[in-house]
């Protein structure tokens, strides 16, 4: 995972649609450098005084931006992405959702031959409290600067437990939306990988949901014991009917698979504190910290 510093330039794709135009105010307010848009055919525009260019290319080489979030509609998401990575776009967030998976996956692809990360799709983003950074749509008040790094599948569970952690005086060094489709980019594994390097992240939050077996690769990379961070985690639905899909594309579980009871068997077994409720993760995080057992 690749991440801008404090300062770098940002490119909102689609910056005059309703979704662009609302989150680069908001992005803008918190301090992200928005420092062009690009939308096709409306180059010469601007919005909340950020330049729009007809193209990414354009946008970057006056910009000099590396990093994009796109809210572009999905049936033109592939097109948008690829132009992205051809203009050297490092770090591509795609709030998108509704991507079909076959343009996911050619994405991914063309970002990994170009040595570039993408955030998403169907996610809420980044935030790095302490720079100032906010590339997507979490609202900021949930957010402080701190430690703790916060890594969901859901949007609306990462603002809940960080307006928890917040309020209990456990801010974050970093979030990061992974995405609810069955595909996505960066992989929590990837997060706690790029983290472990962070000096200043001394725990970790994980938010995930049933559905797919994202979370019990999770636990296999924890159990390989190169991290050094204590992990806490929450699993979503519980107590959700087997054989449904609950809002995410990937939420769904057949049988015995993908069920919430494998998901924190399997943490629990590599060695991460699991809560039942959001409201436990700030107290076992501070147990954590603070040395606790598991």
Known sequence: MILPGAGDPIIVQN?????????????????????AGATPGKGGQSVEGVPVFDTVAEA?????????????????????????????VKTLVVITEHIPIRDTLRLLEL?????????????????????????????APSFAPGVVALFSRSG????????????????????VGIGGDPVTGTT??????????????????????????????LARHISKGRLTKPVVAY????????????GHAGAIIYGNYGTAESKITALREAGARVATTPMEVPGLVRYALEGGSQ
């Open 15 to 35: 910056i005059t649609g309703r979704y662009g135009r609302l989150h680069a105010k908001l992005m803008l307010e918190y301090g992200t450098v928005v420092a």
């Open 235 to 246: 699993i979503a639905g519980r107590h959700a009917p087997k054989e449904k899909k609950l």
């Open 188 to 217: 929590t594994s990837e997060c706690l990988d790029f983290v472990e390097a962070m000096d200043e992240t001394k725990a970790v939050v994980v938010v995930g949901e049933i559905g797919g077996d994202a979370e019990e690769r």
């Open 60 to 88: 970057a080489e006056r910009t000099g931006s590396v990093a994009s979030v796109m809210f572009v509609p999905a049936e033109h998401a592939l097109a948008a992405g690829e132009e992205a990575l051809a203009a050297g």
């Open 156 to 175: 609306t569970l990462m603002y809940e437990i960080a307006g928890q952690l917040s309020g209990a005086g456990l801010g974050q060094s970093v979030a």
């Open 111 to 139: 970002a990994h031959a170009k040595g570039a990360s993408i955030v998403g799709p169907n996610c809420p983003g980044v935030i790095v409290p302490s720079r100032g950074l906010k590339m997507g749509i979490m609202p």
